[in-house]
Structures are given as structure tokens and as C-alpha cells.
């Protein structure tokens, strides 16, 4: 995985500040049904750190791997994340439906390949 992309945002409550990313990646994605195929794909990674008085204490990460072949479209669900300040615990949560769309992306990426 690559990091291509990153929107890192802070937040303070009471004594603990909350640092925020969130990361575009980018990976390929294997179809081996056809001829071992690979297709670049992107992702999103959220990662939320705890600091208290500078000091980290607890780091929260998840990610989700080959959301879609289309950078802007995983950049346009990691801006809302961002906007909405969505902790990493309930992203797949928030971008499940999304995903469940955009999965169709590579159907469309394999057919215009073997149509050609």
C-alpha cells in the first residue's frame, strides 16, 4: 500500500487532543480469472492518535482496501470523513454503502479491457 494522498485534521476536548487522518492508498488488485490481471485501486485508511500533554496514549487505525479504481471517487468519501470528523472505529459504518456502489467500478474497468 501507498499513501497518496493525506487530510489530517486536530481536535481538542477538555485535556486530550485528537489528531485525525485521513489517507487515501493506493494498491493493486489481482484478478486472476483473467489472465492474472492486476488493476490499480484505492483505498482509504483512518487513523485517530490520543495525546494527553503532548504524550501519546492510544492509537485507533482502520482501513479498507480496493474501494474503487477511481481516485476521485475514494477521494470524495475520505473528504466527507474528514468533514465529518468520523473516528476510525465507524468508517465502514459510514462508507459501507458506498462501497457496495462503487464496487461495480471494476466490472466496467474489465469490460472496457477485454471489449478493446
Do not use: W
Not at 20 to 39: A, C, H, M, Q, V
Not at 83 to 99: A, K, R, T
Amino acid at each position: 500500500m501507498l499513501v497518496v494522498e493525506n487530510l489530517i485534521r486536530s481536535e481538542i476536548n477538555e485535556n486530550i487532543q485528537y489528531n485525525y487522518s485521513y489517507r487515501i492508498i493506493k494498491d493493486r488488485i489481482s484478478f486472476s480469472e483473467y489472465d492474472k490481471l492486476d488493476i490499480q485501486s484505492y483505498g482509504i485508511e483512518v487513523e485517530r492518535q490520543d495525546l494527553i500533554d503532548g504524550k501519546l496514549y492510544k492509537v485507533e487505525r482502520e482501513f479498507i482496501k480496493c474501494i474503487s479504481p477511481h481516485r476521485h471517487k475514494v477521494h470524495n468519501l475520505a473528504k466527507m470523513l474528514y468533514d465529518n470528523l468520523v473516528s476510525p472505529i465507524h468508517v465502514v459504518d459510514v462508507v459501507g454503502e458506498y462501497i457496495d456502489e462503487y464496487i461495480t467500478d471494476y466490472d466496467e474497468i474489465l469490460k472496457d479491457i477485454y471489449i478493446c
